[in-house]
């Protein structure tokens, strides 16, 4: 801006020397060409102006390369680049806000006014109980060995010593049990009951029961297997104490057949069948000769099965065809009939034991004569097995040629 007002003021300048110059008398005549010079004159500054700032802007351009080269010579510093750890950004938990509740305005209970009622005047209620005293009978008493304890020798009322002072109704009970099977000394408390349901245990009553066989001995019992039917004997079969144990014992063969021996029963009130085959509980009761008594522990009876049950024999046919000229059975050496050929009537699957006996039954075949010519028999046959048990076949027919 400063180079353009030179210019601008150096024009100026000229332009006055011009007029100075010129002739007043030919001002006007020369307006025309006075126009022309000033237009010539804005030109050139117009044109000088455009040159100073052109070369205005050349010499910032010089002097910007310059800097730029000046700078380029000077070799440039490698940075180090420090390895500086970005702060890890942690993630805001968002917290629950909790919305704020409107409170409801609280409303405040009014307590009423209540009433007192007049204090009841709580009364005791007297019971029986509270009204009688019955007494009992002190020391001890003695009760035969297996007596029933509550009978009418030893029954509570009897040991109550004031029952005339009390009501006729009082019922008296034992409350702890005396086991008159067994001897020792027991103690058991007497309550009484009243009619309007109070109670009150009024006293104890000692009893002693003696000391007899059955405290003494102790029978030990074994299980047992029989084969069908066979017969049982507790004392030989089930009892594993030695001979003599008991008193007059009779796996001893002196006390065998003594009346006042220890006997030894099989317990009825347990069901047991030699002629059953199954696994049974059974008890021993075992009586000794003072009277006294007891019971073994429960063991189990096993009877097998019979050989009829074990015997696989079937008929091969429901008819048979027979020759009139034949006899069928025959008689063995104890008497009994029995058939010539069991195996033309019957499958057997297994060796029957030895002593069986097969046979017709309930038939008039059963005979060592021939049969009738042209007879038809309806019969069945039995096979007797040495244990005592039986087999039955179904009915068959015989036709005899």
């Given amino acids: 801006m400063g180079n353009k007002l030179k210019a601008i003021s150096k024009i100026s300048v000229a332009l006055a020397l011009l007029g100075a110059a010129v002739p007043a008398v030919e001002a006007a005549p020369t307006a025309m060409a006075a126009k022309k010079a000033t237009k010539k004159a804005k030109k050139s500054t117009k044109k000088a102006a455009k040159k100073s700032t052109k070369k205005a802007k050349k010499a910032k351009k010089t002097t910007k390369k310059k800097a730029t080269k000046k700078i380029a010579k000077k070799p440039a510093k490698k940075s180090v680049k420090k390895a500086v750890k970005k702060p890890v950004a942690k993630k805001s938990v968002k917290k629950a806000v909790k919305k704020p509740v409107a409170k409801k305005p609280v409303k405040k209970a009014v307590k009423k006014p209540v009433a007192k009622k007049p204090a009841k005047k709580v009364i005791k209620r007297v019971t029986m109980a509270d009204k009688y005293q019955p007494t009992v009978k002190s020391g001890t008493v003695n009760i035969k060995w297996g007596a029933y304890f509550d009978d009418d020798d030893n029954s509570p009322e009897n040991f109550i010593t004031n029952k005339s002072s009390l009501p006729e109704d009082v019922d008296f009970v034992y409350l702890d049990p005396v086991n008159t099977e067994k001897g020792g000394t027991y103690k058991t408390r007497i309550q009484a009951k009243y009619e309007d349901g109070s109670r009150e245990v009024v006293g104890t009553v000692t009893f002693v029961v003696p000391m007899m066989d059955a405290d003494k001995y102790q029978p030990t019992v074994k299980d047992v297997t029989l084969n069908w039917g066979e017969s049982f004997d507790p004392r030989k079969n089930a009892i594993t104490n030695a001979p003599g144990y008991f008193p007059n014992d009779p796996a001893l063969s ?148």
Avoid: C, M, W
């Fill in 254 to 401: 002196q006390f065998e057949n003594d009346i006042d021996r220890t006997s030894f029963d099989y317990d009825a009130d347990i069901y047991f069948n030699i002629y059953r085959p199954g696994t049974y509980n059974a008890q021993i009761k075992v009586g000794y000769p003072d009277g006294s008594y007891e019971k073994t522990n429960k063991f189990k009876i096993t009877v097998l099965p019979s050989y009829a049950d074990e015997a696989k024999v079937s008929l091969k046919s429901s008819n048979f065809t027979v020759s009139s000229n034949e006899t069928l059975e025959h008689e063995t050496v104890d008497g009994d009939l029995t058939l010539n050929d069991p195996t033309r009537f019957l499958n057997i699957g297994s060796a029957l034991p030895e002593g069986t006996v097969i046979r017709f039954y309930d038939s008039s075949l059963d005979s060592v004569d021939t049969p009738e010519p042209g007879k038809q028999y309806r019969a069945s046959l039995t096979i007797d097995f040495p244990d005592g048990s039986h087999y039955y076949t179904d009915d068959f027919t015989v036709n005899a040629k």
